[in-house]
């Protein structure tokens, strides 16, 4: 999930913890930087 907090762009989890908030997970300056960086999240989350 990216969400745009103070004119950059922030990646969270997509799931909740416990307490019901999302991991931040990294803060980019451009959306680009943010897909790019949630699509290595997912490659290695995946890979065992």
Known sequence: MI?????K???YSRKKNAQG????L???D????????ERQV???K???
Not at 3 to 7: D, H, M
Not at 21 to 24: I, L, T, V
Request: hydrophobic share 20%; glycine share 14%; charged share 40%.
């Open 3 to 7: 969400k745009q907090v103070g004119g």
């Open 9 to 11: 762009y922030r990646l």
């Open 21 to 24: 908030k999302r991991k931040n």
């Open 26 to 28: 990294g803060t980019f």
């Open 30 to 37: 451009t959306r680009e930087a943010a897909e790019k960086h």
């Open 42 to 44: 997912q490659y290695f």
């Open 46 to 48: 995946r890979r065992g």
